[in-house]
């Protein structure tokens, strides 16, 4: 089982939601030190205060990036091996919903997992983990494992990150890097991004099949997904992915392999 004791951590959109429960999980669980990479400056450096004086001074950075821009994402990872010289966990959980501005939502959604996925496995972790392995956690949706056409571009770009875990999560690039990487796709749960806008939506028609589609969904807290996300960090096996909602159990949901085609 992979311990977090000592380990070093990088998660981007960590300032609220999901991001900064499993912040939170992680430091209860003795994570050396932790970057929280997001927008929100404001925020961020008060979470960062908040964090340090909870569990320990210089345990949180905060670096205020675009994900979508890979010079201003990787200022991040070089801000943390700065600090604290090692990078063993890096989740890529900054997300948007803005399916009429699809071209900034692709951009967040999708282009910041992949820059922050292939800049920790071929830049960053292989070379600064503290032990044998390290991890990526991709924090992708149920929208990009199941068809929610009330949003056509946001499940496009949640689903591209779950491939990118597959096609980097295989034996062949575990034996190169390794570096596990898994994927996890929550349900409805209780965070900022859920408070939907004009934009969130391409027009009002895709507004109400949404809501024909989500129906009587259970709203999860953060709490639960971030104690399900730890967990999945220490043990779930690399290229697994993920779905977690109701407030039960996370399960692995198989997707086919070129293998068994």
């Excluded at 699809?102 to 070379?127: F, K």
């Excluded at 924090?139 to 990009?144: E, K």
């Excluded at 994927?183 to 099949?209: E, M, N, R, V, W």
Aim: charged share 20%.
């Amino acid at each position: 089982m992979f311990g977090i004791f000592g380990k070093v951590a990088l998660v981007s959109g960590g300032a609220s939601g999901i991001g900064l429960a499993t912040v939170e999980g992680l430091l209860q669980d003795g994570l050396k030190g932790v970057t929280i990479v997001d927008l929100n400056e404001t925020n961020g450096n008060q979470v960062v205060e908040d964090l340090n004086q909870k569990y320990g001074d210089n345990k949180a950075l905060f670096c205020k990036a675009n994900v979508s821009q890979r010079n201003e994402f990787e200022d991040a990872f070089k801000l943390t091996i700065s600090a604290f010289q090692n990078l063993d966990i890096v989740i890529n959980c900054a997300g948007i919903i803005k399916d009429r501005n699809w071209e900034e939502e692709i951009a967040v959604n999708l282009t910041g997992t992949v820059t922050g996925s292939i800049l920790a496995i071929e830049n960053y972790l292989p070379s600064f983990k503290t032990g044998s392995e390290a991890v990526i956690l991709n924090v992708s949706s149920l929208s990009g494992v199941y068809v929610y056409s009330g949003f056509p571009i946001y499940g496009t770009s949640k689903s591209g990150g779950l491939r990118l875990t597959q096609n980097l999560g295989t034996k062949l690039q575990y034996e190169r890097s390794k570096v596990r990487v898994m994927a996890l796709c929550p349900g409805l749960t209780d965070t900022p991004l859920i408070q939907l806008g004009a934009t969130s939506f391409l027009h009002d028609d895709y507004k109400k099949i949404l809501a024909h589609e989500i129906g009587d969904y259970s709203m999860q807290t953060v709490s639960f997904v971030s104690k399900a996300t730890v967990q999945i960090i220490k043990e779930a096996e690399n290229g697994s992915v993920w779905i977690i909602k109701d407030n039960k159990t996370p399960f692995e949901v198989e997707i086919t392999h070129r293998q068994l085609l």
